[in-house]
């Protein structure tokens, strides 16, 4: 079996919900040893049931959510509210090379288990605390999810129509902010091999979305301009949208970037009269007029099903996909060709469904090699194996509920 490009590095794991477990995921795809530390006194929220359960929750150890942010992780049950369960945590972490945390600021310090308290025990640690905004300045301690982040990060406001409300898109803002998290990982684990030094990394989730709104923020401080919100529609192609196809709740993207692009389009739906109107005679034309043009095109789509439609446009060379539901993404033969999905075995679950990495190493692939853990799963391998104790200690701490 290959060798793992981060086979070797060990990541204490104390953060929960979507922003920190999808990071420290990222790390264990590359190799990672990865232990999720949490306790049934916090348990995780994503464990707490989800939709995809329907009718069938068993508890805090049959959550699919759970299971997708958390692949490929050991599981131990730390109450780290009490004196003795901070000085496990400790003594964990000084077996590690990274810790993740994603608390307000200041808790992990309150808790005997921050930065400074670690470098104690581990002088080279890399820590990284993703946060709502940052562990300084005045909303330092400001509550926030998903749809916090993007409203303070300013992709709200541009997400969505013009006459309608703006769109958090919740969720989708965990995710770009774990990805920082663990580029910014990656970064201090290079530091750290050519120089030896561990470092703090303060990640600002909101200050990760921000970073996604340059265009606005450059129209502003250039044009004294706001974007705003503009829908499906571009600043330079038309057409740009997404149209409506034969069939329930059927939809195409389509996007036209060059003047060759637009006549390949043209040429596709028939060279229809309308086409030849000077309103849609070159690239400014048509974004003048794009909402005219989409009636159009909205005319001509809706007779033909999206996947006939995807066919027909990509043969023409125009970029056209349909709006895909969960049942197309599992089906769809490319898909399938590239092995974007995989299986895991859950002992409650099942068999899961769930996504491969979405890069591909040559030399050192990206797996999963286990689902997500139960609670305090693999308390006896870790405490045993990385601490010295005994499975009697062990047994004996879980009846206590220090490891609990």
Same mark, same amino acid.
């Given at each position: 079996m290959?060798k793992m ?7 204490a ?12 995921s ?5 190799g ?13 929220q #994503?464990?707490q049931?989800?939709i995809?359960?329907g009718d069938?929750?068993e508890g805090?150890?049959s959550?699919p959510?759970?299971n ?6 050991k599981?131990?049950?730390? @109450?780290? #509210? ?6 496990i945590?400790?003594r *964990?972490?000084?077996?590690?090379? =990274?810790?993740v ?6 808790k992990?310090?309150?808790?005997? *288990?921050?930065y400074?308290?670690?470098?104690k025990?581990k ?5 990284l ?5 940052g ?6 301690g ?8 993007a409203?303070? %990060?300013g992709l709200?406001?541009l997400?969505?129509y013009?006459?309608g409300?703006p ?15 663990a ?11 050519k120089?030896?030094e561990?470092?703090?990394? @303060? ?7 921000t970073? *996604?709104?340059g ?5 502003y401080?250039?044009n ?14 038309a057409p740009?949208?997404?149209?409506r196809c ?8 389509i996007? =036209?970037?060059?003047?060759?692009e637009w006549?390949?389009l043209?040429?596709a739906? %028939?060279?229809? @009269? ?11 034309a ?9 009636r159009?095109?909205?005319e001509?789509?809706?007779?033909? %099903?999206h996947?006939? *439609? ?19 993404i599992?089906?769809?033969p ?8 995989t ?9 899961q469904h769930?996504?491969?990495p979405?890069?591909?190493?040559s030399?050192t692939?990206a ?5 997500g853990?139960?609670?305090g799963e693999?308390n006896v391998? =870790?405490f045993?194996?990385l601490?010295?104790?005994s499975?009697e200690?062990v ?10």
């Open positions: 290959s490009a981060l086979e070797g590095i060990r990541v794991d104390f953060s929960w919900v979507w922003a920190g477990p999808y990071c420290t990222l790390l264990g795809y590359l990672a040893d990865v232990i999720k530390i949490e306790s049934m006194k916090r348990v995780d #994503t464990r049931g989800s995809m359960n069938t929750f805090v150890n959550s959510t759970f997708n942010a958390n692949l490929n992780k599981g131990v049950s730390i @109450d780290i #509210t009490t004196e003795k369960g901070q000085e945590a400790r *964990l972490v000084a077996q590690c090379d =990274v810790v945390a994603n608390m307000r600021p200041g992990m310090d309150k808790l005997h *288990l921050g400074e308290d670690l470098k025990v002088p080279d640690i890399i820590m605390e993703s946060t709502g905004f562990v300084t300045g005045p909303y330092r400001f509550a926030g999810f998903a749809p916090i982040f409203s303070m %990060g709200a406001n997400t969505g013009t006459d409300a769109n958090p898109m919740s969720g989708v803002q965990d995710l770009r902010a774990a990805t920082q998290a580029y910014a990982i990656l970064a201090a684990l290079y530091h750290r091999k120089t030896g561990g470092q703090y990394i @303060d990640c600002s989730s909101s200050e990760c979305i970073t *996604l709104v265009n606005e923020m450059m129209e401080t250039m004294g301009r706001s974007l705003g919100r503009t829908g499906n529609t571009d600043p330079v192609m740009h949208n997404v149209y034969k069939g329930d709740d059927k939809w195409i993207s996007a =036209v970037g060059t003047e060759e006549q390949n043209v040429h739906m %028939g060279d229809p @009269d309308w086409a030849k109107d000077e309103k849609f005679a070159d690239m400014y048509r974004h003048k007029n794009s909402a005219e043009l989409d159009h095109m909205a001509w789509t809706v007779r033909y %099903g996947i006939e *439609l995807m066919h027909l446009l990509q043969d023409a060379g125009v970029a056209a996909m349909p709006s895909f539901c969960a049942t197309e599992l089906e769809d490319h898909v399938k060709a590239r092995g974007l999905l299986t895991v075995e859950h002992p409650l679950l099942k068999t769930v996504f491969n979405p890069w591909k190493l030399e692939p797996t999963i090699r286990k689902p853990p139960c609670l693999d391998e =870790v045993t194996g601490l010295g104790m499975e200690e047994r004996r701490l879980e009846e206590e509920k220090t490891l609990y």
